[in-house]
């Protein structure tokens, strides 16, 4: 709880003792609270590789299979079990990139309302980051449902 020293001279005026006990530059649950919000660069680049180089490169090595005489449901087969074990192991990485083109492209006005710190999209990396991707969706997601305006303060996954 934060602690005031006044005198009986300053309480005629409630609205600087009001402004004194609630309006803290660094408490988010202030009014006054700036956030100095991430604004996080993306590689769009890297992230076009990361999406078509790996179809693109089981595509060619079908064709070569294909070629060498595999039968086609084969190759195809292969094919998608290989995406998928590449999606399923790269999972954490998709979701943490598609937070951080949330924190590029959101409009400070959505982003600021949150009252608590860190923001709810820095807590979501966090928790998949120290829980691991299912665990840290849920704990991301409930920290979600309890971001309000009304409350606040520090929460740390």
């Not at 290989?82 to 409009?107: F, T």
């Not at 969706?137 to 009304?150: E, F, M, S």
Request: aromatic share 12%; with cysteine.
């Amino acid at each position: 709880m934060k602690e005031i020293e006044f005198s009986a001279d300053q309480l005629p005026d409630i609205s600087k003792l009001a402004e004194a006990l609630f309006e803290d530059e660094n408490d988010p649950r202030s009014n006054s609270y700036k956030r100095k919000l991430n604004r996080p660069r993306i590689n769009w680049f890297k992230i076009a590789l990361f999406l078509l180089l790996p179809p693109v490169l089981l595509f060619l090595f079908s064709l070569l299979l294909i070629h060498l005489g595999v039968p086609l449901y084969i190759c195809i087969i292969g094919s998608a079990v290989i995406l998928l074990v590449y999606g399923a192991i790269n999972l954490k990485r998709v979701v943490i990139c598609s937070v951080h083109i949330y924190q590029r492209y959101a409009p400070d006005s959505i982003r600021n309302k949150c009252r608590f710190e860190p923001s709810c999209s820095e807590y979501m990396i966090l928790a998949i980051e120290k829980y691991g991707l299912f665990k840290g969706v849920i704990k991301g997601i409930d920290r979600l449902k309890r971001c309000n305006t009304n409350d606040g303060g520090f929460d740390y996954p």
